[in-house]
């Protein structure tokens, strides 16, 4: 068994809160609840923006894929939580274990690129108003969006196979409720100095180089408000750059304090539940946020609860 991954034959065993046995009971009523509240949310800000020709600007072409990436995002996941949940088996396959990974990975990449070309979309906005539709056209939108897929995906095919390879002496045991990369670190029974350090090169291309991207546009757009006489004018500006602001606060906070510090450097407990926070809370949140905040979003939704009550009476 030396060096080798005798799991990969069988199965892992997902420990998550089975600690915590009192506790899994409440997890699971209160994460059913909002994995179907997360389906329901972001599955309505998708239909609305793709329904109302009000909402076809890049703004909202950004936001349906952002909803779907976190409908994806969230659902990696959490089924397979809430079944480790509701029973004694903790287990889940090797081939589900890797698609695990590589879906989490992935779409967590995707997102953070995406936030970026938001953030795009907004100085573009804000600071070249008069060339905004020359700038954002369909082409360029549909192109950002294609580099953020490309990106994402690209990144998980590298760190997943090294993730999946690393010599495991045939501990099959993940301290965690998801094949996560920093969980499947810990496993390793080798020397994991290189694997970190890959991770962290990565991660400062996948998250830590678009999320200065975004301050900087932000930066950019604070200094164009100030020149902003009206109030209106101002309100307006922070109204629909708030919302994007605060799902970047909640995404990218706890995403880089996971894996800028991967492996055993990370607290076991303290990492599951800031899993459980961006993996649930923060898709959740999302489209509460953007619907809130926004008049036009609202306005759609209205118009299509109306529009669907007057068909239902014909």
Known sequence: MDGTNSSSQGRFILLGFSDRPHLEKVLFVVI?????LTLVGNSTIILVCRLDPRLRTPMYFFLSHLSFLDLGFTSSSIPQLLYNLSGRDKTISSAGCGVQLFLFLGLGGVECLLL?????????????????TVIMSPRLCLGLVSAAWGCGVANSLVMSPLTLRLPRCGHNKVDHFLCEMPALIRMACVSTVAMEGAVFVLAVGIVLCPLVFILGSYGHIVRAVCRIQSSSGRHRVFNTCGSHLTVVSLFYGNIIYMYMQPGKHSSQD????LTLF?????????????????????????????????????
């Open 270 to 273: 303290q990492g599951k539940f």
């Open 116 to 132: 970026a070309a938001m953030a795009y979309d907004r100085f573009v906005a804000v600071c070249k108003p008069l060339h905004y």
């Open 278 to 314: 961006y993996n649930m809370v923060t898709p959740l949140l999302n489209p509460l946020i953007y619907t809130l905040r926004n008049k036009e979003v609202k306005g759609a939704l209205g118009r299509l609860l109306l529009g669907a009550r007057g068909g239902g009476k014909v």
């Open 32 to 36: 059913l609840v909002a994995y179907v």
